[in-house]
């Protein structure tokens, strides 16, 4: 039996839904973020030396990182549907958007809210705030920015053409590229975005990803 060590408002959301999506039996534990500073509980250390989720416990020991955890359950319990393409286009496309959800998007994204979080909270004593929000606009506009507005287009551009990142039919990859794009999405930052919009939309409708939120808990993303 797989157990999920499920942390809320995290990427664990999207490994509920592909456990769901592939009807795999697993056991949850909850875990519950520090309500003022945000973090992940200690707990989960004693799950792995990280202290993040989400966790997989196998049979064979934990598995650390939402990547690695969708392709051993793609590998191992995909049938007929979540299926990794085989060859062609389709694979390059698998093998691309897997990597860039976490390589390439979310760190503008998490740098983006980090930086966006402490210039709302301002800083103290007040005279130093002008200061510090000029430093986070220069960082934010000099590279931060342009890096995350870039790859949003990129991404805009191909869901415009096509309905899922890999193919005919939704496979790890979307499981990869939901989190980032519904977090992106209820922070209201894709007003302009409607193909990205529209694919949060597609993935939020599907029946097992609904059952992921029951079973799931407090999620803010969707």
């Given at each position: 039996m797989l157990t999920l060590h499920h942390l809320n408002n995290s990427r664990s959301q999207r490994v509920l839904w592909l456990l769901e999506e592939l009807c795999v039996e697993y056991n949850i534990e909850f875990y519950e973020r520090d309500k003022t500073t945000n973090l992940a509980p200690d707990a989960l250390t004693k799950v792995h030396p990280l202290g993040r989720s989400p966790v997989l416990t196998t049979p064979h020991g934990n598995i650390a990182e939402s990547g690695a955890i969708v392709e051993y359950l793609v590998k191992n319990h995909a049938d007929e549907t979540f299926v990794t393409p085989q060859d062609g286009e389709a694979l390059q496309q698998y093998w691309f958007w897997m990597h860039f959800a976490e390589g390439s998007l979310m760190p503008p994204l998490v740098?983006?809210?980090?930086?966006?979080?402490?210039?709302?909270?301002g800083s103290k004593p007040f005279f130093i705030k002008p200061i510090t929000n000029k430093l986070i606009d220069g960082i934010l506009n000099a590279y931060y920015g342009p890096n995350l507005a870039k790859s949003l287009q990129y991404v805009e551009s191909y869901l415009s053409r096509?309905?899922?990142?890999?193919?005919?039919?939704p496979t790890g990859a979307d499981v990869q590229m939901i989190f980032p794009l519904e977090s992106l999405v209820a922070s209201g930052k894709a007003k302009d975005l409607k193909a990205i919009q529209e694919f949060v939309e597609r993935v939020h409708a599907r029946p097992a990803y609904q059952a992921a939120l029951a079973k799931g808990?407090?999620?803010?993303?969707?």
């Open positions: 740098a983006n809210l980090v930086l966006e979080k402490a210039r709302q909270k096509n309905t899922w990142f890999a193919g005919d039919a808990g407090e999620y803010a993303y969707a």
